[in-house]
């Protein structure tokens, strides 16, 4: 009875841990990409129009992982109080 809610705790960690990670990655892309963009500029080199567009899938990216992870506790209570 209690191996169930234990291997699903477990899973939920992975999971959690890896939103995380995929969180912590996904910024430091976004902000490289971000700080060549202000760097081409600041050579007075013109980057092409498209890469404007490169921080908007990071950006995207953290929107969703970010979402996920702030909407984890409220989730966790509400199993918690079906299970009780």
């Not at 430091?28 to 007075?44: C, E, H, K, S």
């Not at 979402?67 to 079906?82: D, E, G, H, N, S």
């Amino acid at each position: 009875m209690y191996a169930h809610f234990i291997q699903h705790a477990q899973q939920e960690a992975r999971v959690s841990t890896f939103i995380r990670q995929f969180h912590r990655w996904t910024s430091l892309t976004f902000m490289l990409v971000v700080i060549a963009i202000f760097a081409m500029l600041g050579l007075g080199q013109q980057p092409a129009q498209w890469i404007y567009y490169a921080p908007l899938l990071p950006l995207g990216l953290l929107m969703i992982t970010g979402l996920c992870m702030f909407f984890q506790p409220y989730v966790a209570k509400a199993r918690l109080t079906k299970a009780s």
